[in-house]
């Protein structure tokens, strides 16, 4: 019964800007930690950002590759995670992916931590 829905993907310029979001139902969404990950065409899953109702420093982590250009937040009354992409790039063309987690463990950037999975949604960045 639980279910993650990604949304907003497309195609866009580079230096342009998107703004995915995730719906979650069938859990207690404001007790997981929320992740976008990414693959790209040959390449391996990478986390891209992750948000916690337990973490300090703001309760965001965001991976080095897309730090200061995309920006994860929640809305836990619409059960909704969102990433925010600006100045994107043709590198940030993959399959974003919407993953839950419990959050008693503070491991966060790996597909391992996950338990569940939105189907994706494909961002290309053309030049």
């Known amino acids: 019964q639980v279910q993650l829905v990604e949304s907003g993907g497309g195609l866009v310029q580079a230096g342009g800007s998107l703004r995915l979001s995730c719906a979650a139902s069938g859990l207690t969404f404001s007790t997981y930690t929320m992740g976008w990950f990414r693959q790209a065409p040959g390449k391996e899953r990478e986390i891209v950002a992750a948000?916690?109702?337990?973490?300090?420093?703001?309760?965001?982590r965001v991976a080095g590759s897309v730090k200061g250009r995309f920006t994860i937040s929640r809305d836990n009354a619409k059960n909704t995670v969102y990433l925010q992409m600006i100045s994107l790039k043709q590198e940030d063309t993959a399959v974003y992916y919407c993953?839950?987690?419990?959050?008693?463990?503070?491991?966060?950037?790996?597909?391992?931590?996950?338990?569940?999975w939105g189907q994706g949604t494909q961002v290309t960045v053309s030049s």
């Open positions: 948000i916690s109702w337990n973490w300090s420093d703001g309760n965001t």
């Open positions: 993953a839950a987690k419990t959050g008693r463990n503070p491991d966060y950037d790996r597909d391992t931590d996950y338990e569940y």
